[in-house]
């Protein structure tokens, strides 16, 4: 190489999309050393874009295309994504995936010892399980998921007794981190107020117009008045 000349260092990107915890730099440079050591040991930088997008450049182009390969993962308690990155890259399309599913927590109060080592086989009956929280809610067990919005998640679930000549144990669950339920249709994601089953009876139930009579007076109907007896 020429003295004084500048040897020019590939950069290689790709759009990280993490859903579930609020990252910053470093602890996503964490998370990702975390299950893909070898890949993470390539990261030159990371750039916050928006609403859990990073740009993240790598100095080697195999890292990013084995992570392309992988499109998704659970780390951590995490549910990551890798995209394709370009400078016109558009977060909002990336988005759209993210909004039909959400990252919550499921508390198991008073499970069973017994039943505590099968735990993310249970967690599987309500979605896909990203990470373990054994002992970090209150030191209660505890399971990290991810779902569908559609979903419709149980308060309770019948677990076989694994000793014997007993009789099923009912298990309550609890939730954390869930968004906004609507009480209409069960779904997760809109309130009530906003549900698109429950704008037409609204709409019926609207308040009819007073007549108006060409004078521009206003006819209203009698209400009743309440007289005590004498």
């Known amino acids: 190489m020429v003295l004084g000349e500048v040897q020019r260092l590939e950069v290689y990107s790709l759009v990280v999309q993490v ?9 996503l440079r964490h998370t990702l ?30 890292a ?18 890798f995209h394709k990155w370009s400078h016109n890259v558009n977060v909002d399309d990336i988005l759209q995936d993210q909004e039909s599913s959400m990252v919550f927590t499921a508390v198991f109060l008073g499970l069973r010892k017994e039943w505590r080592n099968v735990l993310p086989r249970i967690g599987t009956l309500l979605g896909k399980v990203i990470g373990m929280r054994e ?28 000793l014997m000549n007993k009789s099923p144990v009912v298990q309550k669950i609890y939730y954390q981190g869930l968004p906004n339920q ?13 549900c698109q089953k429950r704008r037409p009876k ?12 060409n004078e521009g007076w206003s006819t209203v109907a009698a209400k009743h008045v309440f007289k005590p007896s004498s």
């Open 19 to 27: 859903q579930g915890l609020r990252l910053n730099r470093s602890e």
């Open 33 to 62: 050393y975390a299950a893909f050591s070898e890949e993470a040991d390539k990261i030159i930088d990371i750039q916050f874009m928006s609403r859990g997008c990073y740009h993240v450049e790598f100095a080697s182009e195999e």
């Open 64 to 81: 990013v295309t084995k992570l392309l390969a992988i499109k998704e993962a659970g780390v951590e308690g995490a549910w990551i994504s």
């Open 135 to 162: 002992g970090q809610v209150g030191g209660v067990p505890a399971v990290r998921l991810i779902a569908p919005r559609s979903v419709r998640l149980p308060s309770t679930i019948t677990l076989p007794n694994l």
């Open 182 to 194: 609507c009480f209409v249709c069960r779904q997760f994601g809109h309130l009530g107020r906003d």
């Open 202 to 213: 609204d709409e019926a139930r609207a308040p009819s117009q007073p007549n108006v009579n």
